[in-house]
C-alpha cells in the first residue's frame, strides 16, 4: 500500500500484526468454547418434560417447557389444567389466571412454576405462549391441515 | 481493497453511490413496508402481530452484520492501517447499535401479544443485548480515543473480542432451549419456513434496510472525512498566521 522502496520492513510488521489478530481471534474462539461447554444446561431457558424425567425432581422454582397436549387442556373456573409433552414424556401442568392469546392445544407452551414432589404436577405461576418459526396465510394452515401437512409444529 | 483505501478516491466514488444506494434503500424499504403492512395475508396463529416481523427480522440481521462489517473494519485498520478503516468503522457503529435497537424494541412489542411478555432472558434475547451493549461500548471508546487523536486502537480490539458474540447470537436458538423461535429462513439451504405471501414483503424489506445502512455509512464517512479535511486546514491555518 505504501512506496516500495522500504517494502521489506513494513511487509514484515503487517503479518505480523496478521498473525497476532489471527492467534488472539483462536485463542478467544477457544476460551468461549471452553466456557460455553462447561455453561451447558444453565443457560438454558426451560427444561423439557424428559429433562425433567432424567433426574431428581427439583424443588426450586424451574420452567418447564413443550407443546400442550392435544384434547389436554380441561377448565375449572379460572384455573386451568393440561399436560406438556415433548413427545417422549409428559408433566400435567394446573394453572389460575390470566393465558396469553397464543395459548392453544398443540402449540408451544412454556410454564414457569414449581414441580409438586407428591403428585407429580406442575403448578405453574406464569404462563407464556411459545411460537415456531413457521409463519403462513390461514388458509393455507387450514388446507395443509385438512391434508394432514401440518404436524403440530414444534 | 488497497486501491480504494485511498480517501480521495473513495470520496469520488462515494459522491456518486451515496444518493443511488439511499433512493434504492428508500424505494425497496417502502415497497416491503407497504406489501406487508397493508397487502399481506396475517399468519394462521399470530394474526396481524405478524407484521412486526417486516421490522423485526432486517433490523435483527442489520445490527449483527453491521457487528460483523465493524468487526472486519476494525481488523483492517489493525492489521494494515488503512487510513479509511477507521473511519469506516466509525461510521458502521452507530447505525447498527440503531439497528439493533429497533430490533430490541420492535421485538418486545412482538413479544407481549405472543408470548405474554416484553421480555425474558433467554439465550436469543440475552445474546442481542449484549450486541447493543458491544456497539455502545464501542461508541464510547472510539469516541474518547478520537478526542485525544488516536487511532482507535483500543476500539477496533473491543469490536474484534466482540465477535465472539455473533455465533452466539446466530446458534443461541439452537444451543439451548429459548424462548425465542428456531431460525425460519436458511440461508445455506435456500429454504425457509415462510409461506411465500410472507416471504416476499420479508425479503423486499430486508434489502432496503440494507441499502439504507450502506447509504447512512457512506454519509457518515463522507461527512467524517470533510470534517478531517476541515480541521487540517484550519490547523495549518493558524500555523501560517502564528
Not at chain 2, 21 to 39: E, H, P, R
Not at chain 2, 194 to 218: C, R, Y
Amino acid at each position: 500500500m505504501r512506496s516500495s522502496a522500504n517494502e521489506g520492513p513494513k511487509v514484515k510488521a503487517k503479518h505480523q500484526r496478521l498473525w497476532l489478530v489471527l492467534g488472539a481471534l483462536g485463542a478467544l474462539g477457544g476460551a468461549g468454547a471452553l466456557a460455553f461447554s462447561t455453561l451447558g444446561d444453565k443457560a438454558t431457558y426451560f427444561y423439557a418434560p424428559a429433562d425433567l424425567a432424567k433426574g431428581p425432581a427439583p424443588t426450586a422454582a424451574i420452567r418447564l417447557g413443550g407443546m400442550v397436549k392435544e384434547g389436554s387442556i380441561e377448565r375449572d373456573g379460572a384455573t386451568i389444567r393440561f399436560v406438556v409433552t415433548d413427545m417422549a414424556e409428559t408433566v400435567p401442568v394446573t394453572y389460575t389466571g390470566i393465558l396469553p392469546d397464543l395459548f392453544r392445544e398443540g402449540q408451544g407452551v412454556i410454564a414457569e412454576g414449581k414441580l409438586d414432589p407428591a403428585t407429580g404436577t406442575f403448578r405453574a405461576d406464569t404462563i407464556l405462549a411459545k411460537h415456531d418459526e413457521s409463519y403462513m396465510p390461514p388458509e393455507v394452515a387450514g388446507a395443509m391441515k385438512k391434508t394432514g401437512r401440518v404436524s403440530a409444529g414444534n | 481493497m488497497h486501491r480504494y483505501a485511498n480517501p480521495a478516491r473513495f470520496l469520488k466514488i462515494a459522491r456518486v453511490a451515496t444518493p443511488i444506494v439511499a433512493l434504492l434503500g428508500l424505494a425497496l424499504t417502502a415497497a416491503g413496508l407497504w406489501i406487508g403492512l397493508f397487502n399481506s395475508p396475517p399468519d394462521y396463529q399470530q394474526g396481524e402481530s405478524v407484521r412486526i416481523m417486516y421490522v423485526h427480522v432486517p433490523a435483527a440481521w442489520l445490527g449483527a452484520g453491521g457487528y460483523l462489517s465493524l468487526a472486519i473494519a476494525s481488523a483492517t485498520a489493525l492489521i494494515w492501517r488503512h487510513p479509511l478503516a477507521t473511519i469506516a468503522a466509525r461510521a458502521i457503529a452507530p447505525a447498527g447499535a440503531a439497528f439493533t435497537a429497533i430490533c430490541l424494541v420492535s421485538g418486545a412489542l412482538w413479544g407481549k401479544p405472543t408470548w405474554g411478555t416484553y421480555w425474558v432472558w433467554d439465550a436469543r434475547l440475552t445474546s442481542m443485548l449484549v450486541l447493543l451493549f458491544l456497539y455502545l461500548g464501542y461508541l464510547a471508546l472510539s469516541a474518547s480515543e478520537a478526542e485525544k487523536g488516536g487511532e482507535g486502537r483500543a476500539a477496533a480490539i473491543l469490536a474484534l473480542v466482540g465477535v465472539i458474540n455473533l455465533p452466539i447470537i446466530k446458534y443461541s436458538v439452537e444451543w439451548w432451549n429459548t424462548l425465542h423461535q428456531g431460525s425460519s429462513i436458511s440461508v445455506v439451504n435456500a429454504s425457509s419456513k415462510i409461506a411465500p405471501e410472507l416471504l416476499t414483503p420479508l425479503l423486499l424489506s430486508v434489502a432496503g434496510f440494507s441499502f439504507l445502512f450502506a447509504a447512512i455509512v457512506l454519509m457518515r464517512m463522507r461527512a467524517m472525512l470533510a470534517q478531517q479535511r476541515i480541521e487540517a486546514r484550519s490547523r495549518r491555518l493558524a500555523e501560517a498566521l502564528a
